[in-house]
């Protein structure tokens, strides 16, 4: 069976670094948990539209 979520590096910049982890703390989730929010309203935007 096929792990539902997987690990990935990326690389990106401090100071956006910083403001989603502030974000993801004001909103009481990981910063992970906050950037998966992020990204699967980004898709579904574009499905969207």
């Not at 100071?15 to 990981?30: G, P, Q, T, V, Y």
């Not at 992970?32 to 574009?46: A, P, T």
Request: no cysteine; hydrophobic share 35%.
């Amino acid at each position: 069976m096929k792990p539902l979520k997987e690990k990935i590096s990326i690389t990106i910049d401090s100071d956006l670094l910083s403001e989603l982890k502030i974000e993801a703390e004001k909103d009481d989730r990981s910063l992970s948990q906050f950037i998966n929010i992020i990204l699967k309203k980004f898709i579904q935007d574009k499905k969207d539209n």
